[in-house]
């Protein structure tokens, strides 16, 4: 059991840098909730404030009900107290002990015994498949070993909680998927709560059970991973999250309106509120002649980016590129004029305060 | 009182919290030590420029402790002030600026020979060009005295007398033997400042002009100087800083006739002329100091865009030197014979003669190494059974040892408090003071620091005599290195090594004793070494401090050459060359630092 409540925690450096500001969160117990945001929003402030290396400003900070941090009450559990595991981006190991060393050392710390300690050791390097690495220093190990050896010195010591800095951020791609499942099924063994700073979207969404979208010291939306996908709750999510991005067709700029106001007849109810309509790249569809859909609107191709699996297809629209993801190869020549199309409920709307308009 | 409630429970938090993390508390601590140990006697100095300390009011007859002018009117406008001040100051400016004259494109010469032509064997000239650089400086003068002294000094001849051939005052003393002496010392600076610009320096910058269609005066004179000017400002203002900041060679060579720079000039106002008038000499080389570094540092920066020069894909082409060849190698070995081997050789070559210079078997001894009665000197014994020579060692290794120990620890606490609390106050102090004592020239600071502790001052007795004093002045005076290459150390370990650890519950001591210190066992270690080696040839710095009972090898030299025991002066001078070296090379193989870079930053 480990549930980690954040109520109205605050964290500025100097005058001007506000780095955490008014943030409320609660990861439930044995959840694998991801921090996702872009770099300097705040993440790894989040994270080493609730491992106790930061101290915040302000708010309160709760681990099973327990308080761990009060600034009114003027609590503040040291980090060394808290039982929290922490794997840093840049995994920290230390050079002068060998993986052996490093992964007991949380144990001796914790005054196990010797014989008990090898034991533990000798597990969680399995656990990991790393045991044939044991007297080995970090120097000698790769980019990956490195990786998991820093993941089994916070897992020897058996946390409730799991903190992990943007751990994958260092391996390349086909490590990061490796590592990505191994991840997974270790949650899935071990089942502690696990807090995990990204930026990589994928990640987030493939990893978590809760993804919190952080911007600017804030947590704009808190939900599921296809909710998130689904239902941005307002602009700046709906733009961080999903690749290649949404397209926005908002009233005020000059090049989308005109395609913005194509859109109105489709909501008439909603015409006054809605500012910006959003649509994914897959729920567009590309025909070369006019369809017949409620809504479409004609664009001229510009090129296409085979991914391997699908087309990214980029086109011109009055002066605006915007993004199609195909799963077929398009069979049109650049220059060509071509329709886009969609289906009214794929639309995203959001107000003039950036707010999803959730569709009648 | 809300207000108040919240400030107290936090101070109550933060109390609770210290066990885990002191960090705060070893910076206040060491702020509060290092204003009282450096800020102070810097005050101390400035203040007794204006007030009449206890010697001086016997003579002068104004009660100690009254604030006065006399001090800096008889240094700057009395009759007097010629001889006490302004004559030294124009000599040292004269002998600084000849210094430059001579090393500098001596240095720059033999830089370009090594690194920009195919001169063979050049690694092994550049390693033996900086030797003159480590050993002491007033190695060099020792041995011109020993080889061109006259009669004019009382005890034993020189060489050359001996040999039939008198040498007139100007050869023996004064300014030519000391421009020639700080020369030999200075121009590895010279050397390697201009090794490093030119070695970063892409050939392709040149070919390029020449592509364009330059002359080689165009070439060297738009392309090549501008890009050595920063080289040339560094081994200029640091020429002058050694100058200021050196008494040996001055003293030996300058003191028979009279003739003085600052650092003689202070030491002879002190010892026996006016401490008040000391106290503003030492003022005026502090302020020397002072704008000599901010003048490097605004030149370092000026220049700081042409770091970028070497980069991706830089050629080094050594011209060759073709006929030059052999001239070149010939000139190059004089160079090295007359900066290394004869010096050191005239000084093994005297302490094995009875008449220096006298070349019959029966002049040939060991007794000034291990003789238990010396004919000539009643009372003395050799080198190995020399007790003011063992003691001296004794006192020597005890007060570098200690004070390098001091300083690498103290070095390292203030790497490790500027690290954790960046941006703090606390840091922005810490790192400007414990860097204040490398802008006082080391004569300057001994006279600063004789001002604070040679009186008592509350608790603390008056320290002056003290073996004490001695080695926390020393360690002070090397803190600037230490306390950088701590800072330097401590940020590229980063916070994330002791974070991990305290994430896994290890508290403070068990951080520090696992992580922290193993991590920087290497740069400890050589925070501690260079230190030592500095200590073991420190002079300038020791010689107000030592007394009788505290005398140093180095000091121990000086008070032989007054006596003119010119062998046992040598023997020890060899004696300390020789325990340099061995800390150099250990130093080398324990650290892997290389003898050059290692004593490139100008410590
Ligand atoms: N020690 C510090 N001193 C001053 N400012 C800091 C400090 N640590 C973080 N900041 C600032 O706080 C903000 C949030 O930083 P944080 O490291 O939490 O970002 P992040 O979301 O982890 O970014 P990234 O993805 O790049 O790691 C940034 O603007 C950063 O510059
Ligand atoms: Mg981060």
Same mark, same amino acid.
């Given at each position: 059991?480990?549930?980690?409540?954040?109520?109205?925690?605050?964290?500025?450096?100097?005058?001007?840098?506000?780095?955490?500001?008014?943030?409320?969160?609660?990861?439930q117990?044995?959840s694998?909730?991801?921090?996702?945001g872009?770099?300097?929003c !705040?993440?790894t402030?989040?994270?080493?404030?609730?491992?106790?290396?930061?101290?915040?400003?302000?708010g309160?900070?709760?681990?099973? !009900?327990?308080?761990?941090?009060?600034e009114?009450?003027?609590?503040?559990?040291?980090?060394?107290?808290?039982?929290?595991g922490?794997?840093?981006?840049?995994?920290a190991l230390?050079?002068?002990?060998?993986?052996?060393?490093?992964?007991?050392? !949380?144990?001796?710390?914790?005054?196990?015994?010797?014989?008990?300690?090898?034991?533990?050791?000798?597990?969680?390097?399995?656990?990991?498949?790393?045991?044939?690495?044991?007297?080995?220093?970090?120097?000698?190990?790769?980019?990956?070993q490195?990786?998991?050896?820093?993941?089994?010195?916070?897992?020897?010591?058996?946390p409730?909680?799991?903190l992990?800095?943007?751990?994958?951020?260092?391996?390349?791609?086909?490590l990061?998927?490796?590592?990505r499942?191994?991840?997974?099924?270790?949650?899935?063994?071990?089942?502690?709560?696990?807090?995990?700073?990204?930026?990589?979207q994928?990640?987030a969404?493939?990893?978590?059970?809760?993804?919190?979208?952080m911007?600017?010291?804030?947590?704009?939306?808190?939900?599921?991973?296809?909710?998130?996908y689904?239902?941005?709750?307002?602009?700046?999510?709906?733009a961080?999250?999903?690749?290649p991005?949404?397209?926005?067709?908002?009233?005020?700029?000059?090049e !989308?309106?005109?395609?913005?106001r194509?859109f109105?007849?489709?909501f008439?109810?909603?015409?006054?509120?809605?500012?910006?309509?959003?649509v994914?790249?897959e729920?567009?569809?590309l025909?070369?002649?006019?369809?017949?859909?409620?809504?479409?609107?004609?664009?001229?191709?510009?090129?296409?980016?085979?991914t391997g699996?699908?087309?990214?297809?980029?086109?011109?629209?009055?002066?605006?590129?915007?993004?199609?993801?195909?799963?077929?190869?398009p069979?049109?020549?650049?220059?060509?004029?071509?329709?886009?199309?969609?289906?009214?409920?794929k639309?995203?709307?959001?107000?003039?305060?950036?707010?999803?308009?959730?569709?009648? | 009182?809300?207000?108040?409630?919240?400030?107290?429970?936090r101070?109550?938090?933060?109390?609770?919290?210290? /066990?885990?993390?002191p960090?705060?508390?070893?910076?206040?601590?060491?702020c509060?030590?290092?204003?009282?140990?450096i800020l102070?006697?810097?005050?101390?100095?400035l203040?007794?420029?204006?007030?009449?300390?206890?010697?001086?009011?016997?003579?002068i007859?104004?009660?100690?402790?009254?604030?006065?002018?006399?001090f800096?009117?008889?240094?700057?406008?009395?009759r007097?002030?010629?001889?006490?001040?302004?004559?030294?100051?124009?000599?040292t400016?004269?002998?600084?600026?000849?210094?430059c004259?001579?090393a500098?494109?001596?240095?720059?010469l033999?830089?370009?020979?090594?690194?920009?032509?195919?001169?063979?064997?050049?690694?092994?000239?550049?390693?033996?060009?900086?030797?003159?650089?480590?050993?002491?400086?007033?190695?060099?003068?020792?041995?011109?005295?020993?080889?061109?002294?006259n009669?004019r000094l009382?005890?034993?001849?020189?060489?050359?007398?001996?040999?039939?051939?008198?040498p007139?005052?100007?050869?023996?003393?004064?300014?030519?033997?000391?421009i020639?002496?700080?020369?030999?010392h200075?121009?590895?600076?010279?050397?390697l400042?201009?090794?490093?610009?030119? =070695?970063?320096?892409?050939?392709?910058?040149?070919?390029?002009?020449?592509?364009?269609?330059?002359?080689s005066?165009?070439?060297?004179?738009r392309?090549?100087?501008?890009?050595l000017?920063?080289?040339?400002?560094?081994?200029f203002?640091?020429?002058?800083?050694?100058?200021?900041?050196?008494?040996?060679?001055?003293?030996i060579?300058?003191?028979?006739?009279?003739?003085?720079?600052?650092?003689?000039?202070?030491?002879?106002?002190?010892?026996?002329?006016? /401490?008040?008038?000391?106290?503003?000499?030492?003022?005026?080389t502090v302020?020397?100091?002072?704008?000599?570094?901010?003048?490097?540092?605004?030149?370092?920066?000026?220049? =700081?865009?042409?770091?970028?020069?070497?980069?991706?894909?830089?050629i080094?082409?050594?011209?060759?030197?073709?006929?030059?060849?052999?001239?070149?190698?010939?000139?190059t070995?004089?160079?090295?014979?007359?900066?290394?081997?004869?010096?050191?050789?005239?000084?093994?070559?005297?302490?094995?003669?009875?008449r /220096?210079?006298?070349?019959?078997?029966?002049?040939?001894?060991?007794?000034?190494?291990?003789?238990?009665?010396?004919p000539?000197?009643?009372?003395?014994?050799?080198?190995?059974?020399?007790?003011d020579?063992?003691?001296?060692?004794?006192?020597?290794v005890w007060?570098a040892?200690?004070?390098?120990l001091?300083?690498?620890?103290?070095?390292?606490?203030?790497?490790?408090?500027v690290?954790?609390? /960046?941006?703090?106050?606390?840091?922005?102090?810490?790192?400007?003071v414990?860097f204040l004592?490398?802008?006082?020239p080391?004569?300057?600071? %001994?006279?600063?620091?004789?001002?604070?502790?040679?009186?008592?001052?509350?608790?603390?007795?008056?320290?002056?005599?003290?073996?004490f004093l001695?080695?926390?002045?020393?360690?002070?005076?090397?803190?600037?290195? %230490?306390?950088?290459?701590?800072?330097?150390?401590?940020?590229?370990?980063?916070?994330?090594?002791?974070e %991990?650890?305290?994430?896994?519950?290890?508290?403070?001591?068990r951080?520090m004793?696992?992580?922290?210190?193993?991590?920087?066992k290497?740069a400890?270690?050589?925070?501690?070494?260079?230190p030592?080696?500095?200590?073991?040839?420190e002079q300038s710095?020791?010689i107000m401090?030592?007394?009788?009972?505290?005398e140093?090898?180095?000091?121990?030299?000086?008070r032989?050459?007054?006596?003119?025991?010119?062998?046992?002066?040598?023997?020890?001078?060899?004696?300390?060359?020789?325990?340099?070296?061995?800390?150099?090379?250990s130093?080398?193989?324990?650290?892997?630092?290389?003898?050059?870079?290692g004593?490139?930053? =100008?410590?």
């Open positions: 059991m480990a549930e980690i409540v954040l109520k109205n925690i605050r964290k500025t450096f100097g005058p001007s840098v506000v780095a955490v500001d008014d943030l409320n969160l609660t990861i117990s044995g694998f909730v991801s921090l996702l872009p770099s300097g !705040g993440k402030t989040t994270l080493r404030m609730i491992a106790g290396l930061d101290t915040p400003d302000g309160e900070l709760y681990l099973d !009900g327990k308080l761990l941090f009060s009114s009450e003027g609590c503040m559990v040291p980090t060394e107290k808290r039982g929290m922490l794997v840093f981006q840049s995994y230390w050079p002068h002990m060998t993986v052996a060393q490093n992964v007991s050392f !949380g144990l001796e710390m914790r005054g196990m015994p010797k014989e008990a300690r090898r034991k533990r050791v000798q597990e969680v390097l399995e656990l990991l498949h790393i045991d044939t690495l044991q007297n080995r220093y970090p120097s000698e190990l790769s980019g990956g490195q990786q998991r050896v820093a993941l089994a010195r916070m897992l020897a010591i058996n409730d909680v799991l992990l800095d943007e751990p994958l951020s260092n391996l390349d791609a086909k990061r998927l490796e590592m499942t191994e991840l997974k099924r270790l949650h899935q063994t071990l089942k502690n709560t696990i807090l995990y700073v990204t930026h990589d994928l990640e969404m493939t990893l978590s059970t809760h993804v919190a979208v911007h600017n010291g804030r947590i704009l939306q808190y939900a599921p991973p296809l909710t998130i689904r239902f941005p709750a307002d602009l700046t999510v709906a961080f999250v999903g690749s991005p949404m397209n926005f067709f908002s009233r005020s700029e000059n !989308g309106s005109d395609v913005f194509s109105l007849p489709l008439p109810g909603l015409a006054e509120r809605v500012h910006t309509v959003g994914r790249p729920d567009l569809y025909s070369p002649t006019p369809p017949l859909d409620p809504w479409s609107y004609p664009a001229i191709f510009e090129t296409v980016l085979p699996s699908d087309w990214i297809v980029s086109l011109r629209v009055h002066k605006r590129t915007i993004f199609l993801v195909l799963r077929e190869e069979r049109i020549k650049p220059g060509e004029q071509v329709w886009i199309s969609t289906r009214t409920e639309l995203h709307l959001f107000d003039t305060q950036q707010k999803r308009i959730e569709s009648p | 009182m809300k207000g108040q409630g919240m400030r107290i429970r101070l109550v938090t933060e109390l609770r919290l210290l /066990p885990y993390d960090t705060k508390v070893i910076g206040f601590l060491l509060a030590a290092l204003a009282y140990l102070a006697p810097v005050l101390a100095l203040l007794d420029t204006v007030r009449v300390n206890l010697r001086d009011s016997a003579t007859g104004i009660p100690t402790g009254t604030f006065t002018t006399y800096l009117q008889r240094t700057f406008l009395s007097v002030s010629e001889v006490l001040f302004w004559k030294p100051f124009w000599q400016l004269f002998v600084a600026g000849a210094v004259g001579i500098i494109p001596m240095g720059a033999f830089a370009w020979l090594v690194v920009r032509t195919d001169l063979p064997g050049s690694k092994l000239v550049s390693r033996l060009m900086v030797v003159p650089y480590m050993i002491p400086s007033w190695t060099f003068a020792v041995a011109w005295i020993s080889v061109f002294k009669r009382g005890g034993l001849a020189g060489m050359l007398e001996t040999m039939g051939f008198v007139p005052d100007w050869l023996a003393y004064g300014a030519l033997p000391i020639v002496c700080e020369s030999l200075v121009f590895p600076f010279a050397f400042l201009f090794g490093n610009a030119l =070695r970063s320096m892409d050939s392709q910058l040149e070919e390029s002009a020449r592509v364009l269609g330059a002359s005066f165009t070439i060297s004179r392309i090549v100087l501008p890009l000017k920063p080289a040339l400002l560094s081994s203002l640091l020429t002058f800083s050694r100058v200021l900041g050196s008494f040996g060679t001055p003293y060579l300058g003191s028979g006739v009279k003739y003085y720079l600052l650092p003689t000039a202070l030491y002879n106002s002190y010892k026996v002329g006016s /401490p008040g008038v000391a106290a503003v000499i030492a003022c005026v302020l020397m100091g002072v704008s000599l570094v901010a003048l490097d540092m605004f030149f370092v920066r000026e220049y =700081r865009r042409f770091i970028t020069l070497g980069g991706k894909g830089a080094l082409r050594k011209s060759p030197l073709g006929g030059l060849t052999l001239p070149a190698l010939f000139f070995l004089i160079a090295l014979g007359i900066t290394v081997l004869i010096p050191l050789g005239t000084l093994v070559l005297t302490t094995f003669m009875h /220096p210079g006298l070349f019959t078997v029966e002049n040939f001894t060991l007794d000034y190494w291990i003789g238990a009665t010396i000539a000197m009643v009372g003395q014994k050799g080198f190995f059974l020399n007790p020579i063992l003691r001296s060692l004794k006192n020597s007060v040892g200690s004070a390098s001091l300083c690498g620890f103290l070095g390292m606490l203030v790497g490790y408090v690290v954790r609390l /960046p941006k703090s106050r606390v840091a922005a102090y810490l790192r400007q414990s004592p490398y802008l006082v080391s004569i300057g600071f %001994a006279a600063a620091s004789l001002s604070f502790f040679a009186v008592p001052r509350g608790p603390i007795p008056s320290l002056y005599g003290s073996m001695l080695v926390l002045v020393m360690s002070l005076k090397y803190l600037p290195f %230490a306390s950088r290459s701590g800072i330097t150390a401590m940020m590229q370990m980063g916070n994330e090594p002791e %991990a650890a305290r994430v896994c519950g290890a508290g403070w001591l951080r004793g696992r992580i922290v210190l193993p991590l920087q290497h400890l270690l050589t925070g501690v070494l260079l030592l080696i500095s200590g073991m040839k710095l020791v401090l030592a007394t009788p009972g505290t140093l090898m180095t000091t121990q030299i000086l032989f050459i007054d006596y003119g025991y010119t062998q046992l002066a040598n023997a020890t001078v060899v004696g300390i060359v020789g325990i340099i070296f061995i800390l150099t090379l130093m080398e193989r324990l650290t892997g630092a290389n003898l050059a870079t004593f490139a930053s =100008r410590g």
